[in-house]
């Protein structure tokens, strides 16, 4: 099934076409009227050197003048070996049709909204028919039935036109038209956008990200700049300013020599606070007794650091290189 987009905002157009396999563009004039485009012939030339086929409207209220309207396009730069002229449904249209078609110029029969008119476009030659299936449907009338009709007819009596499934909605509407074997599908930009969308795909491609995290990225590269670093000689005060700005829960207290003394955290300070009172604020790091810290190599992978978290039960681990305290890696930096 060929994938058309169907705008005239310039901008989308650019973008969505470097997907590298939409098949072409269809617009019309309310869309140009939309986008408040004036000069028409100068937006139909620019999106000719744009997109692999465009499909125009050659309006006219007799076969002469959509007939005279298609070859000034034509005449004005238009490939014609890349352009196809829409026509709406009526006898002057299917007689131009016939007109153009048969000098091999390509048309789409479009505003289809019955089978006999589907028939008529067939029999004429249209390279494209067109039913629109959004808004017949807001109508209230069977639009999928319609598409079946018209696809039945091409297969059954061997019509060289092919069924355009217009007036998409939403992504169910390509759906439908993928189960019926429509030959080609013109679709808004946002609802193109949506088409690869699933919320279980977005979990599996988000897993496949977190785990090859995971396995690939080493400590040191995942954890953050700040190195929140006392010495003993500081006070608790002191360390206590140093935590709040480096917005972890512990800080790594060092000698005169930045030898490794151990780590202070929130915690240590509320049981030193309930136990001694305010004043041990002011006592120094150097005077406190600490434990052999938690921590982990710079170059062990965030997997390691995972299986560290998971059996100590804590949210911040010291990181070791050469011996050194280099940082601290926080829980959170597990995830991106």
């Keep these: 099934m060929e994938l058309y987009l169907d705008s005239a905002d310039l901008k989308e157009i650019k973008e969505a076409f470097q997907l590298g396999f939409l098949a072409g563009l269809t617009t019309t004039p309310t869309f140009m009227h939309r986008q408040g485009i004036t ?70 029969v479009h505003l289809v909204y019955t089978l006999q008119q589907a028939y008529m476009a067939m029999a004429a030659g249209a390279t494209y028919v067109c039913p629109l299936v959004g808004r017949l449907q807001d109508q209230g009338h069977d639009a999928l039935g319609l598409i079946e009709q018209c696809v039945g007819a091409v297969n059954y009596y061997g019509y060289a036109s092919k069924i355009m499934f217009s007036s998409v909605r939403h992504p169910e509407h390509v759906r439908n038209a993928i189960n019926m074997g429509v030959h080609t599908c013109t679709v808004p930009y946002k609802i193109i956008k949506q088409l690869t969308e699933n919320v279980l795909t977005t979990i599996g491609t988000d897993q ?129």
Excluded: W
């Design 208 to 336: 496949f990200f977190e785990h090859t995290r995971m396995t690939t990225v080493k400590v040191k590269e995942a954890m953050q700049a700040t190195n929140p670093l006392v010495q003993t000689s500081h006070t608790i005060t002191e360390a206590l300013v140093v935590m709040t700005e480096s917005g972890f829960g512990c800080v790594t207290v060092v000698d005169a020599q930045q030898n490794l003394v151990g780590v202070f955290t929130d915690g240590d300070l509320r049981r030193y606070i309930k136990e001694q009172g305010k004043d041990v604020l002011n006592k120094k790091l150097g005077d406190l007794t600490f434990k052999t810290p938690i921590s982990i190599d710079a170059n062990a992978l965030l997997n390691d650091a995972a299986q560290v978290f998971k059996d100590k039960k804590v949210d911040n681990l010291l990181v070791l290189e050469a011996g050194k305290a280099i940082g601290m890696l926080d829980i959170q930096d597990l995830s991106e």
């Design 39 to 108: 000069d028409v012939d100068a937006l139909i030339l620019e999106l000719a050197t744009i997109v692999p086929v465009l499909q125009v409207e050659a309006l006219g209220k007799t076969s002469d003048e959509i007939y005279k309207e298609a070859h000034r396009l034509l005449d004005k730069g238009l490939d014609a070996r890349k352009s196809v002229f829409k026509i709406p449904v009526s006898l002057e249209g299917v007689k131009a049709c016939k007109r153009l078609t048969d000098e091999g110029i390509m048309v789409n």
